[in-house]
């Protein structure tokens, strides 16, 4: 059983595919907190205070309980529109490696999807996976340590950029912390890539621009 909050066809607004089409399956729940208003600040995951991201229930658009990972592909493969390009969904959560399987990631390349993951990485990866992109989060233990793509967002108190650099990623983005100083952190951002060129600059364009 998967416990889906929503699905929906958009554009990745951030990190290595920003600007490509895509269909997002966010997965229910996550490990570092609840999600809920009333526990900001509580859990492992320092990203408790400023996450913007919302995984409670199953009530979003197209989510629901899916009793099969081909049926779960299908509901993807239905909001999937780019019928001129190989169809690409985003795994995402809360955590998505709570859930997803080999089951659903072999269903979802049947139907022809090329499957990447946006993950905190304190949950093993398993195989098959087209492209994986993990999020470093404070507190979580982070085991993923080998991908596609690493996502630091700035600042966070006691991540270093410095102690990510030798993971076995091939890009390595730092994604500016939203909220009232976004000004100032983008800044931040900006001159740390110009003086440590391995890192890029993400930006969530989808916030900018206005798109879900």
Same mark, same amino acid.
């Not at 398993?126 to 993990?134: E, F, M, R």
């Given at each position: 059983?998967?416990? @889906?909050?929503?699905? *929906?066809?958009?554009?990745?607004?951030?990190?290595?595919?920003?600007?490509?089409?895509?269909?997002?399956?966010?997965?229910?729940?996550?490990?570092?907190? /609840?999600?809920?208003?009333?526990?900001?600040?509580?859990?492992?995951?320092?990203?408790? !205070?400023?996450?913007?991201?919302?995984?409670?229930? /199953?009530?979003?658009? =197209?989510?629901?309980?899916? +009793? &099969?990972?081909?049926?779960? &592909?299908?509901?993807?493969?239905?909001?999937?529109? =780019?019928?001129? +390009? !190989?169809?690409?969904?985003?795994?995402?959560?809360?955590?998505?490696?709570?859930?997803?399987?080999?089951?659903?990631?072999?269903?979802?390349?049947?139907?022809?999807? $090329?499957?990447?993951? $946006? #993950?905190?990485? /304190?949950?093993?990866?398993?195989?098959?996976?087209?492209?994986?992109? @993990?999020?470093?989060? %404070? =507190?979580?233990?982070?085991?993923?340590? %080998?991908?596609?793509?690493?996502?630091?967002? @700035?600042?966070?108190?006691?991540?270093?950029?410095?102690?990510?650099?030798?993971?076995? *990623?091939?890009?390595?983005?730092?994604?500016?912390?939203?909220?009232?100083? !976004?000004?100032?952190? #983008?800044?931040?951002?900006?001159?740390?890539?110009?003086?440590?060129?391995?890192?890029?600059? &993400?930006?969530? /364009?989808?916030?900018?621009?206005?798109?879900?």
């Amino acid at each position: 059983m998967y416990a @889906v909050k929503e699905i *929906f066809y958009t554009l990745q607004g951030e990190g290595h595919h920003a600007g490509r089409p895509a269909v997002f399956l966010r997965f229910a729940g996550c490990n570092l907190w /609840t999600g809920r208003e009333r526990d900001r600040g509580k859990g492992p995951g320092g990203c408790s !205070r400023w996450c913007d991201t919302d995984f409670v229930g /199953t009530n979003g658009e =197209g989510g629901g309980r899916f +009793a &099969s990972a081909e049926e779960l &592909s299908r509901q993807v493969s239905f909001a999937w529109k =780019g019928h001129s +390009a !190989r169809p690409f969904v985003v795994c995402t959560g809360g955590e998505p490696l709570l859930q997803l399987d080999a089951a659903l990631i072999a269903a979802l390349q049947v139907d022809n999807f $090329e499957v990447a993951v $946006e #993950t905190n990485g /304190t949950v093993p990866v398993p195989a098959g996976l087209d492209w994986v992109c @993990v999020s470093p989060k %404070r =507190g979580g233990k982070l085991v993923v340590e %080998r991908g596609d793509e690493l996502k630091l967002v @700035v600042p966070q108190e006691g991540m270093d950029p410095r102690d990510f650099e030798l993971l076995n *990623f091939e890009y390595f983005y730092l994604q500016p912390l939203d909220g009232l100083k !976004r000004k100032q952190h #983008t800044k931040a951002a900006v001159e740390y890539c110009k003086a440590n060129p391995r890192w890029r600059l &993400s930006l969530q /364009t989808h916030k900018l621009v206005g798109i879900p």
